[in-house]
């Protein structure tokens, strides 16, 4: 292999923050809420940017178990309590990724905004920043450890405090639209997005705390398809997929 060729193969972005659904975990055929398949193929896509050297912090959320907001609303469970039970779903669902990844090779670490020492280190943004820069996954689970603030806020609170280069947030879309394109087939796809923009247009991809979070840090945001093989991999050589927010 010539030194061009092995140049080609560094990724574009060292340190990132991969911003998954709970959601995606999900056996829709069942309504399992945490599909084995599903989560080994997320790992395993994982796994292609670790080996290849990208300090990766994961954020995950909490809606394949307990959505806050949607529980408060439908559920009769007080806002508070509803967003507390979805902070604990997001420690579940990590340490179902912390798991399937260290059967993959992968050197993890599960730390938690709300502290529950026998299950995971608390939340410590030097012992975060040290994890990362040994090469091993952090995954950020237990949101911000407050209620009325979504995962989303949390990927870019993280991203923002770690020093991230980019957030990256795969979704079950491969990019922004003008409306939902599971319901519209006249959607438009954005291939680029200005915060402001985001902002004004109240695109429903991330909520407005993260937005005006990432705009305040110049932070840039690329939104992608999770279902896409190599998808991740791609995003961090710096490809052109998705829709890039800045």
Known sequence: ????????????YKRIILKLSGEVLRNT???????PATLKSICEEVKKVYDI????????????????????EMKGVDRTTGDYMG????????????DCLEKLGVTVRLQSAIPMDKLAEPFILRRATRHLERGRVVIFA?????????TDT??????????????????KVDGIYDKDPEKHADAVKYDHVPYIDALRERL????????????ENKLPILVFSMREPGSIYRAVMGEEIGTLVD
């Open 1 to 12: 292999m010539t030194a061009s060729d092995q140049s080609e193969l560094k990724p574009k």
């Open 29 to 35: 055929e069942d309504g399992e809420p945490i599909d």
């Open 53 to 72: 050297g990208v300090q990766i912090g994961l954020v995950i959320g909490g809606g394949n178990i307990f959505r806050g907001l949607s529980g408060s």
């Open 87 to 98: 902070m604990l779903a997001t420690v579940i669902n990590g340490l179902a990724l912390m």
């Open 142 to 150: 237990g949101g911000t450890g407050n209620p009325y603030f979504s």
């Open 154 to 171: 949390t990927a870019a609170l993280r991203a923002s405090e770690i020093g991230a280069e980019m957030l990256m947030k795969a979704t």
């Open 204 to 215: 429903k991809i991330m909520d407005s705390t993260a937005f005006s979070l990432c705009m």
